[in-house]
């Protein structure tokens, strides 16, 4: 019994795995953020069916002990935290990029997604198996994709795309369109209209052209 458990459990990472890690999607290089818009389809959004559970989240992670929300705030700490039994943190500080605030308390931090679940759901997410929204919602192969902020700047971005929000941090603002960007187009999600033409303008008038990136596709 103990041997098909593990089989199993061996056989369930390797294709969730697969999802990430497929040598046939190779990396894309972006020459800026208009050229990865017009890649990118357009369509209208649609929330239908979605509720936050169908999306797996806070998994375990590679941090013994630590789930991916813990692991994701230990990451991007500026001074790390002592991590003590059953993953409480002491210690450590951190730089909020929505807001651009220090925080030197770790119970003070949320970590949001770059593009929020919900928002991934009404861009294409909704077809997705529920192994591959798990993925989505623990993805920290791509730094960009979870971001440790503090829970006031998480609260008011909520679920909305950068037709509705941007950072308060304008120095962070290009980088913001380029991680959500990229996002998109790692994961294939679509954009609507006032979506696409919002990055375009915000990409204009802070001078955001020449922000070339990488992007390694997803299954």
């Known amino acids: 019994m103990k ?10 990472t390797i294709a969730n795995a697969s999802l990430i890690t497929n040598p046939a999607y190779a990396a894309i290089k972006v020459k800026d953020i208009p050229t990865a818009i017009n890649s990118i389809k ?6 239908t069916g979605y509720v936050r559970s169908k999306f797996k989240h806070w998994s375990a992670s590679k941090t013994p002990g630590c789930d991916s929300r813990k692991a994701v705030i230990i990451e991007e700490s500026l001074v790390k935290p002592k991590v003590e039994k059953g993953c409480t943190l002491t210690g450590g500080s951190w730089l909020s990029l929505y807001d651009n605030v220090k925080v030197d308390n770790a119970s003070k931090l949320d970590v949001d997604h770059m ?4 928002e991934a759901w009404d861009s294409g997410a909704s077809a997705w198996s529920p192994e591959k929204r798990e993925m989505y919602a623990n993805d920290m192969s791509d730094p960009r994709h979870l971001v440790a902020v503090t829970g006031a700047s998480n609260r008011s971005k909520s679920d909305r795309d950068p037709s509705e929000w941007i950072p308060t941090n304008k120095d962070y603002v290009c980088k913001y369109l380029t991680d959500w960007v990229s996002i ?8 609507d209209t006032k979506e696409k033409e919002a990055i375009l303008a915000y990409n204009k008038s802070y ?4 922000t070339g990136f990488t992007v390694d596709p997803v299954q």
Not at 42 to 47: I, K
Not at 115 to 118: D, E, G
Not at 184 to 191: A, I, N, Y
């Open 115 to 118: 593009v929020p679940l919900a």
């Open 42 to 47: 357009t369509a209208e959004e649609s929330r």
């Open 184 to 191: 998109k187009v790692r994961w294939s999600l679509s954009m």
């Open 207 to 210: 001078k955001c052209n020449k």
């Open 3 to 12: 041997k098909i458990l593990i089989l199993a459990l061996s056989a369930f």
